[in-house]
């Protein structure tokens, strides 16, 4: 997945089931029994899905659970949103009994009912919302499953859609009006197929992406939007993308899309599924970095995807140390498709890179905390405390750069006649068209070592399983380009805050050295007014255009009581990096610069020509 950066919003990542194989038609009536989904969508105000599923040829004894983890790496118990779970065989209700907090039992033969309804109201491609507007719906979030029987085919059916509303998935909805309400049904393989597939159900836009060899289209849900300009850069993202990784993996392809204020307020980002992506951003400006990022975990994640994620274990946590591959390299391709692509420029793309290190440089916690750590702790990252720069650093971040490194000395071993491409198509080649799970960063080395033909022992020991500092000079030397240190001073809040579940903007940290500290504000106060107005939406954005000694006015809840402070902006210095082309780089440098920039690999013999 890929996050918005929303100041302190710590809204991570994911990756779910994994390579779920393509939906199905829906059985019907003569096919072979399946287990049974009726969501009725009749009261969107009130944000209430009402269940109903059918579990058939039970015998004895049916236990149903609920995910209490999907979309994102974080334990966020679904069950909590269930309300009166009741189980019926033919018209008679009978006893179920709850064993833990996601499952429940009940006693009973053949056909079994169970009914509950699920309140869902949170808007982005991690959560299911149903209201007025729209019904997102992760499934993960709201059908039951079987334990031991998720292998089975699944029926979901949509009811009670409001008028003008219709369905868009991977999976194949099709939909009758029934005593003229719309409902639409469609089959899923698996289990973990329908929860790998999500669903937008309301008034939207459809996009079809031109010129790409199988079906891709977006839903976009806005309220404002240039069709042809998405259009043409999906082309140019999907086009490239596919280039590289030689050809479709899918049938056909959904971006589902809210773009603008349809987004929610809490920033944004993206959600990877098998043969569809969930995105939510404020505007169009984000929107192609996620897109990038969300299309390459085609392959990255959801097709290459670490052992340790097969099969997916909806009841607890599971642990991988390669996140900074899955996601990091994941964001490595990002930018080279943009880049490589024309959407960016080759400045762009360069201030991208100097970002990353100087985020990951800004980090305390980058002295101790290697990828592979940060990647088991992915599931802390709920917790606002984790996410502070002294307790952990991002695998986004440090993947991405890891991946440039990487791609670099492949390139610098090789002569520029292989890449970091190779090492994906090779992985796509070993695992992710054989469904098979690699082995965590051994797998990812030794892929490397093959490609470029020695050991990248040291490397992946270093910097990958300890934390090292990044040879950030010697490797960025070897493609003609070099890092500066760029000392600069920022305006300072002193505080962090980001939107909860509900959309409240709260107080997340506060430095105790600030001013914000001194006038009384504390972690957990909910931001009400911002200077007597609304919060801005681009914190950064505001925070840039303000002067130390500025008085920021802030309207402040705190236990049922209203209090205002006032706040004076401070200063904070601060390193930042910024990534040049050394105009003195040998000949050998600058093609592997070019190769990185295009894509391309060219030994030196080409370049004699
Ligand atoms: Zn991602
Ligand atoms: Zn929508």
Request: overall charge negative; proline content about 5%.
């Amino acid at each position: 997945m890929t996050q918005a950066r929303f100041l302190v919003l710590f809204l991570l990542l994911a990756a779910s089931s994994v390579h779920a194989k393509n939906p199905v038609s829906p059985a019907g009536d003569n096919g072979a029994a399946s287990i049974q989904y009726e969501i009725s969508l009749a009261n969107p105000e009130r944000h209430l899905f009402h269940v109903e599923m059918k579990v058939p040829d039970v015998s004895g004894e049916l236990t149903v659970q609920i995910p209490s983890w999907n979309a994102l790496y974080q334990i966020r118990d679904f069950s909590s949103h269930m309300q009166q779970v009741e189980a019926r065989i033919g018209s008679d209700k009978v006893p179920i009994e709850k064993i833990d907090k996601q499952t429940w039992k009940i006693k009973g033969h053949g056909m079994v009912k169970i009914a509950y309804t699920t309140f869902w109201d949170e808007p982005g491609p991690f959560a299911t919302q149903l209201n007025s507007e729209h019904a997102f719906i992760n499934p993960a979030m709201v059908p039951l499953y079987v334990p031991g029987r998720t292998a089975e085919q699944t029926q979901l059916n949509l009811s009670d859609l409001p008028d003008d509303w219709k369905p868009a998935s991977a999976l194949k909805l099709e939909c009758a009006r029934v005593v003229g309400k719309l409902s639409c049904a469609g089959g899923a393989s698996t289990y973990d197929a329908m929860a790998d597939a999500p669903v937008e159900v309301g008034k939207f836009t459809v996009i079809d992406v031109p010129g790409i060899e199988a079906p891709v289209r977006a839903i976009v849900h806005t309220d404002k939007l240039d069709k042809k300009r998405l259009a043409e850069e999906l082309h140019r993202i999907c086009a490239y993308e596919l280039k590289l990784m030689e050809g479709a993996p899918f049938d056909s392809y959904t971006f589902l899309l809210h773009l603008g204020k349809t987004a929610g307020s809490s920033g944004g980002g993206g959600m990877e599924h098998a043969n569809s992506t969930a995105i939510a951003v404020r505007s169009e400006g984000e929107f192609l970095n996620v897109a990038a990022h969300e299309f390459f975990h085609l392959w990255n994640v959801k097709r290459i995807h670490p052992a340790a994620l097969d099969p997916v274990d909806y009841t607890k946590e599971q642990y991988t140390r390669a996140l900074w591959f899955a996601e990091g390299v994941t964001s490595t391709y990002a930018s080279y498709t943009l880049v490589r692509t024309g959407l960016w420029s080759k400045s762009l793309f360069y201030e991208d890179l100097g970002g990353q290190i100087s985020d990951l440089e800004a980090r305390p916690a980058g002295a101790w905390q290697s990828a592979e750590q940060s990647s088991l702790d992915a599931w802390l990252e709920k917790y606002p405390i984790y996410n502070r720069p002294a307790n952990s650093v991002s695998y986004y971040t440090k993947g991405q750069v890891l991946g440039v490194l990487l791609d670099i000395l492949i390139r610098d071993r090789t002569d520029d006649q292989h890449s970091l491409d190779d090492v994906l198509r090779s992985m796509n080649e070993e695992f992710g068209k054989r469904n098979k799970g690699y082995r965590d960063s051994l797998d990812i080395r030794m892929t490397a070592e093959r490609v470029a033909g020695g050991s990248f022992e040291e490397f992946f020991d270093r910097y990958v399983a300890h934390a090292e500092p990044l040879p950030y000079q010697r490797v960025l030397g070897l493609a003609g380009l070099e890092l500066k240190t760029v000392e600069r001073r920022r305006p300072s809040l002193g505080f962090s805050a980001g939107r909860d579940a509900s959309g409240a903007l709260v107080v997340r940290g506060v430095d105790p050295e600030s001013n914000a500290a001194q006038v009384g504000l504390r972690p957990g106060d909910a931001i009400a007014t911002w200077n007597r107005g609304e919060a801005p939406r681009d914190f950064d954005e505001w925070l840039n255009a303000q002067k130390k000694g500025n008085v920021l006015h802030l309207g402040i809840q705190r236990d049922g009581q209203s209090l205002n402070l006032e706040v004076r902006i401070g200063e904070a210095l601060e390193n930042s990096f910024v990534i040049v082309e050394n105009s003195n780089a040998g000949e050998k440098a600058r093609r592997i610069r070019e190769g990185l920039l295009h894509g391309t690999t060219q030994p030196v013999t080409a370049s004699v020509r």
